[in-house]
C-alpha cells in the first residue's frame, strides 16, 4: 500500500448492509491497522452514525467531511475527493461509485449495488428511483476510467461487472463484519419461544417481502401458520410496512415486524430464529445469509446465483412465485403438500354434467 493518506470516500453510505460493512471497515482500520492509515479522510453521509468512538487513542486522528443528501452536497463532495487527492493516496470510493472528478493517486472503487452495473427489472420502483438508478448507471459507465480498479464480493459480480468494463480490473475480495458482541436496545415485546422463520432486509422492491406474504397468506389459507420475523421500517418504506400488517391481519399470520434493527438486534433475532428465509431477487453480496450460516442457522433461498455464490441452502425456491416459496416452507418443516388428483374420462364427464 502507498505510504500516503487513505481516504475513504462514503456519501450515500448510511444504513443496510453498506452501512454495516462500512461501520466494521473504520473500526477495524483504527482499532487494529492505524499504521495503514496514517492522516486520513473520512468523506461520509450526515446520516451515517459518529465514528469518533470508533478510534482507539494513540491513532492518527481522520479529518472527517460530512455530506448531506443532496444533489448540491454530493457534486462538492467529489470535487472535494479530487482536491484532497495527491499521487501517493490511497482512495477507497465505498460507495459503489468512481469518482467523477480525476483524481491522483491509486483509486478502488468497491461495487456493491447490482442495480447500477446490471440491467435489472426495476419496473417496480417509484419513478423518482428508476431515474435516479437510470442516473447512476449512466455515471458508472462514463466515469470508470477515473478508477484504478475496481473490487466486488462475489464471482457473479465479477462476472457481470466484466461483462460491462471488459479488460478493467477487477478483484474479488469478500469481506464479512465480526459479530455484535454489545447488547444493543431491546427488540420489540416478544412472547413466543422463538421465530420458525427471520428475513433481515430492508423494503426495497428486488428484496421480495410481497411475494413471501402472499407465501404465508397462502400457508395460512392450508392451515399452516409458521412464525416469521421482518425488518421493514414504517419510516422508510410506510406503503410496505402498512401493506404487510394489513395481510397479518386479514389472514392471522404469527409474524412480527420489529423494523430498523442495529447490529446488536440483528443478532438477537438469529438467536430467537430457527432459519433464514431470503426471497431476495438480486443480491450484490448477501450478508445476512452468511451471518444466519455463521449463526448455524438452516437456510431457505431464492435459487439464485449469488446465494451459491456464499452458501449452500437447505432448501430453494422460485422467488417470482408465492407458491413455490410456501412449497419450500411445508417441505423443511416437514408438512405434506397438496397435490392435484386426476380424474379419469369418466370422472370427468360425471362432474362435468353434475354442475
Not at 42 to 48: G, H
Not at 148 to 172: C, S
Not at 252 to 278: D, F, P, T
Request: net charge positive.
Amino acid at each position: 500500500m502507498p505510504a500516503g493518506p487513505l481516504i475513504i470516500h462514503a456519501p450515500n453510505v448510511h444504513q443496510g448492509g453498506g452501512g454495516t460493512l462500512l461501520r466494521s471497515l473504520l473500526a477495524t482500520t483504527w482499532l487494529n491497522a492505524p499504521a495503514l492509515v496514517k492522516p486520513a479522510h473520512l468523506i461520509l453521509d450526515t446520516r451515517f452514525e459518529s465514528v469518533e468512538a470508533e478510534i482507539a487513542t494513540g491513532c492518527p486522528q481522520p479529518t472527517v467531511h460530512r455530506v448531506a443528501p443532496s444533489l448540491r452536497a454530493r457534486w462538492r463532495a467529489e470535487r472535494l475527493l479530487s482536491q484532497l487527492s495527491r499521487p501517493d493516496t490511497r482512495i477507497l470510493c465505498f460507495a459503489g461509485q468512481p469518482p467523477l472528478f480525476p483524481c491522483q493517486g491509486h483509486v478502488s472503487v468497491f461495487v456493491q449495488n447490482r442495480n447500477i452495473i446490471s440491467r435489472t427489472d426495476v419496473s417496480s420502483y417509484s419513478w423518482k428511483q428508476r431515474l435516479r438508478i437510470e442516473l447512476e448507471r449512466l455515471w458508472f459507465r462514463t466515469r470508470a476510467k477515473t478508477a484504478t480498479e475496481f473490487i466486488v464480493q462475489t464471482e457473479t459480480m465479477h462476472d457481470l461487472l466484466d461483462q460491462l468494463l471488459p479488460g478493467a480490473a477487477i478483484r474479488v475480495r469478500p469481506f464479512v463484519p465480526p459479530p455484535a458482541d454489545e447488547p444493543g436496545p431491546r427488540l420489540l415485546p416478544f412472547t413466543g419461544k422463538g421465530y420458525d422463520f427471520c428475513y433481515i432486509a430492508t423494503g426495497e422492491p428486488h428484496k421480495n417481502h410481497r411475494q413471501l406474504i402472499q407465501a404465508w397468506c397462502l400457508l395460512a389459507r392450508g392451515g399452516l401458520f409458521p412464525s416469521l420475523c421482518l425488518t421493514v421500517g414504517q419510516q422508510n418504506s410506510p406503503e410496505l410496512h402498512d401493506w404487510i400488517e394489513a395481510r397479518r391481519l386479514d389472514h392471522g399470520l404469527k409474524l412480527e415486524n420489529v423494523g430498523y434493527v442495529s447490529a446488536a438486534q440483528v443478532e438477537q433475532i438469529y438467536g430467537r430464529s430457527r432459519r433464514l428465509i431470503y426471497p431476495s431477487h438480486y443480491e450484490s453480496f448477501g450478508l445476512p445469509l452468511l451471518e444466519a450460516q455463521r449463526h448455524k442457522l438452516p437456510i431457505v433461498a431464492a435459487e439464485r446465483d449469488y446465494v451459491r455464490d456464499v452458501v449452500s441452502p437447505e432448501a430453494t425456491f422460485d422467488p417470482d412465485s408465492a407458491r413455490s416459496i410456501a412449497r419450500a416452507v411445508q417441505r423443511v418443516l416437514g408438512q405434506g403438500m397438496t397435490q392435484s388428483r386426476f380424474m379419469n374420462p369418466e370422472e370427468f364427464l360425471t362432474a362435468m354434467f353434475a354442475a
